[in-house]
């Protein structure tokens, strides 16, 4: 059985999600919806994703997804092409008795999962920095939207923000 895929990403108006290999901005209420999201799932990321989180993250399993044939780390798995880093996800998914893998960056990672993504869940952040790394483009009508939830900006979040929920359409 393979498990579907799911995407988890916070993108600003102008569709950057990051520069320098960091978040541009401070949302904690975003951060504790990741952490729910992706607890207890395998969590496909790119090397340089991974390198600006420094280490695994508890409660869940780590795939690296790199071009590079010599990248270890400790904790984590490697995968070298996209069919190898869903399999592995879906493999080690089972095993946690998890019910999807979910894809959490960068830019390159969430262009070759998106073809493959069963649910989308999209921070869109009002604010417009400038960054290096870009959400790439989809077919947004290739999804139904499930649920849409507005949050003002508040004590522990730089910016007003909405959580969209987005599934495939079959």
Known sequence: MTLPIILVVAVAENGVIGRD?????RIRTDLRRFRD?????????GRKTFQSIGKPLPGRETIVLTRDPDFSAEGIHVAHSWDEAAALGSLL???MGADAVAVVGG???YDLAMPHVQKLYLTEVRAAPEGDAVFPSYDRSAFREARRTEHSKGPDDEHPFTFIDLERRS
């Open 107 to 109: 830019a390159e990672i």
């Open 93 to 95: 998914g089972q095993d």
């Open 21 to 25: 290999n960091q978040l541009l901005w």
């Open 37 to 45: 999201l992706t607890w207890g799932k395998p969590m496909i990321m």
